[in-house]
């Protein structure tokens, strides 16, 4: 069973990295934001306060597959909310086992803490960044076409903010695995990024089943 672990950056281009590896390998394929993001939405819906803790492990424990496919988890409203969510341990604790039993099968995981937390025995872990003007481009560019009115210098305030949350908090803090191999996708086309991650990933496997 093939586990290929991608951590990273907001808005690096890791989800679009990933959704392109699975169907390219054959793989399913598990965006883990999104378990954060229907918390999140479970709090707003609620009304309840993100930094309690136990309302948020209350949501997490409750999530299903058919919460992750709602176009509103995409927004920016829910992603900033979901970066809240995902400090609290016992929230991670809740969504380990559903991240835990995806991969059992082999799969494409993408998130912040899949090489180093959920699945440490991955077979390939990439990590994937790029310059943070770029990456705050990208995202004003998607959130206007979902039809957001947002300036580009809130998204850069908002992506720094994020930035700086998702790698300083206690739990599981987004952090590059000792043994990820690195992508800067500053500069790099979606084609070149995926390119550059099969040469990779080909290269990782074929070492492995030549050990065999
Ligand atoms: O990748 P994303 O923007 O959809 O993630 C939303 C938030 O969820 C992010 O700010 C941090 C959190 N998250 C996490 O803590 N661990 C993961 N594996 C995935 C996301």
Redesign the pocket.
């Known amino acids: 069973m093939t586990v290929v672990a991608i951590d990273g950056t ?1 808005s690096s281009g890791k ?1 679009t990295l990933a959704k392109q590896l699975a169907k390219h390998y054959q793989l399913p394929h598990l ?4 378990l ?2 229907a918390v999140a939405k479970i709090i707003q819906d609620q009304g309840a306060d993100p930094d309690d803790s136990e309302a948020c492990t209350q949501a997490a424990q409750n999530i299903t597959a058919d919460m992750l496919d709602e176009p509103v988890l995409k927004s920016g409203g829910i ?1 900033a909310i ?2 809240r969510v ?1 400090v609290h341990k016992s929230v991670r604790a809740a969504l380990l086992d559903y991240q835990r039993d995806f991969a059992a099968n082999g799969g494409v995981l993408d ?4 090489g180093t937390v959920i699945c440490p025995e991955a077979d390939v872990k990439l990590y994937i960044d790029a310059e943070p003007e770029e990456r705050a481009r990208r995202r004003h560019a998607e959130l206007t076409g979902y039809g957001e009115d947002i300036s580009i210098e809130t998204v850069f305030e908002q992506l720094k903010e ?1 930035d700086h ?2 790698a300083n908090r206690t739990e ?1 803090p987004l952090k590059i695995a000792s043994d990820a191999h690195l992508i800067d996708t500053t500069g790099l086309s979606i084609e070149r990024a995926f390119a550059a991650a099969v040469k990779i990933i080909d290269a990782v496997l074929e070492a492995k089943a030549s050990k065999k």
């Open positions: 907001f989800g965006d883990t934001g999104k954060y993001r992603g979901a970066s995902a998130g912040r803490d899949i994020r949350r998702d599981a």
